[in-house]
């Protein structure tokens, strides 16, 4: 008899009813272990889906353009007999597996001390008439009862909060009626569609043909700007954000940099101004440890890490994206500039992973190489606070009575004011600013 087994799609990280961007194979394809056999496109990043087994591919069980979850069968395939002969026991540890998932898949029913049968045995959202109806253009208040019941993902949950998006409310179009979070946006439209400020919602923006005016073209905005606009906005509106602006004499810092340039060349690495950044931003988070913080969802509580791993912004043709260093405080300069260059390299093609961008404990954002002085970057949230670096230029520095020429980078930090108060983060950019000037402890 045959020996097939399912093969499934992988731990995703968080991420749900992701795009089927790419099918490699065809069914009667032979495949050997770890072959790619589809490419699924996540929030910003392309991963391919590698086969775990050696054999021929029975049958195909999605295609392009389908949505997919982690545990959805991507194809059955029949294992080569050498490979089935090395693991016999395999299959029933698969059948073992396919059970346990489907039983997953069924939401248990909720229990109530009723002391009555149960009427229905499938899960279904439970939507009781509202206490008041909501005023156009304002989102009605969270019933905790039917967000708890709702049907859907930890990610899409938390992304609803964040919104003040009650579940209980919004219709699923997943699988099985999952809501997604294009669900939970199209249901804010809709709400706040003519609201015209009402109940504290945003005003509607007009609609406008611009073509009565002249010659237009109309193009869709690239898929990472579809997803991070409404996480950007949801930062923006959530967060009280203030900015501290400071400048940085990385003089000293430039000629080290050059002279160390011919060393991280060897290795293979760039050495950019961008490595002593993230440097010197982790030795600033272990003297502020509120800046290593998040904000739990209670709103009474700081969460402190013990980690560093740090965020970068990288301009990719499609919009921004960033990858996180782990571990910044156990690499050193040359190694940092190192993984700067694989992960950029990365971002640009298309090829970040969801757990390439996961983690991260504070950012940065880089617009050195383009230009300009002081902006505000927006917070990555449930991050607290994030750097903003411009480019560096040559200034005329009075010192010791007289004007004398210093490389000068100008810092703009945005942070949370509902964590961090004005003093502690003029203190910060100050204590990161000096540190980019001594080196102290950046070059091991």
Request: contains cysteine.
């Amino acid at each position: 008899m045959a020996n097939t087994k399912e093969i499934k799609v992988p731990d995703i990280g968080d991420f749900e009813s992701v795009d089927v961007i790419e099918v490699m194979v065809s069914e009667g394809d032979k495949v050997e272990k770890e072959t790619a056999l589809i490419t699924l496109e996540t929030d910003k990043a392309a991963m391919d889906v590698p086969s775990p087994y050696a054999g021929t591919i029975k049958s195909l069980k999605v295609s392009t353009d389908d949505k997919v979850s982690q545990g959805d069968v991507i194809a059955i395939i029949e294992e080569a007999e050498e490979a089935a002969a090395e693991a016999p026991e395999e299959e029933g540890k698969e059948e073992q597996k396919a059970e346990k998932s489907a039983e997953e898949e069924k939401p248990e029913p909720k229990k109530e001390d009723t002391g009555q049968p149960k009427q229905q045995e499938a899960p279904a959202k439970q939507k009781p008439a509202p206490r008041r109806a909501p005023s156009p253009g304002e989102l009605p208040p969270i019933d905790e009862k039917t967000f708890g019941q709702a049907h859907a993902g930890p990610s899409v949950r938390k992304f609803a909060r964040e919104l003040g998006v009650d579940l209980g409310r919004v219709e699923g179009s997943g699988r099985k009626n999952r809501i997604t979070h294009e669900d939970v946006k199209d249901f804010v439209k809709r709400m706040l569609q003519g609201g015209g400020g009402a109940g504290g919602a945003l005003p509607s923006i007009p609609t406008v043909d611009f073509a009565r005016f002249g010659e237009v073209e109309r193009k869709p905005l690239s898929r990472i700007k579809k997803i991070s606009g409404p996480r950007v906005h949801a930062s923006w509106v959530n967060l009280p954000h203030v900015t501290q602006h400071d400048d940085a004499d990385i003089t000293a810092m430039e000629s080290v940099r050059k002279a160390l340039k011919p060393e991280a060349e060897a290795h293979g690495a760039k050495l950019t101004p961008l490595a002593f950044l993230i440097k010197a931003c982790v030795a600033a988070l272990k003297e502020y440890p509120d800046f290593n913080s998040s904000l739990d969802s209670d709103g009474e509580t700081l969460i402190y890490k013990k980690y560093f791993h740090i965020g970068f912004a990288v301009d990719t043709d499609g919009g921004l994206v960033v990858p996180v260093i782990r571990n910044a405080d156990q690499k050193n300069l040359i190694e940092i500039a190192a993984e700067l260059g694989e992960l950029s390299d990365k971002a640009r093609k298309g090829k970040l992973t969801a757990n390439d961008m996961q983690g991260g404990c504070f950012s940065i954002s880089s617009l050195g190489s383009i230009g300009g002085t002081y902006f505000t970057p927006i917070i990555n949230a449930p991050e607290v606070a994030i750097l903003g670096v411009s480019r560096s230029s040559v200034k005329p520095v009075f010192q010791d009575g007289q004007f004398v020429p210093r490389t000068i980078l100008p810092l703009s930090l945005s942070y949370d004011h509902r964590v961090i108060d004005g003093a502690s983060a003029a203190r910060f950019t100050r204590f990161l600013a000096e540190t980019l000037e001594t080196m102290k402890g950046l070059i091991f």
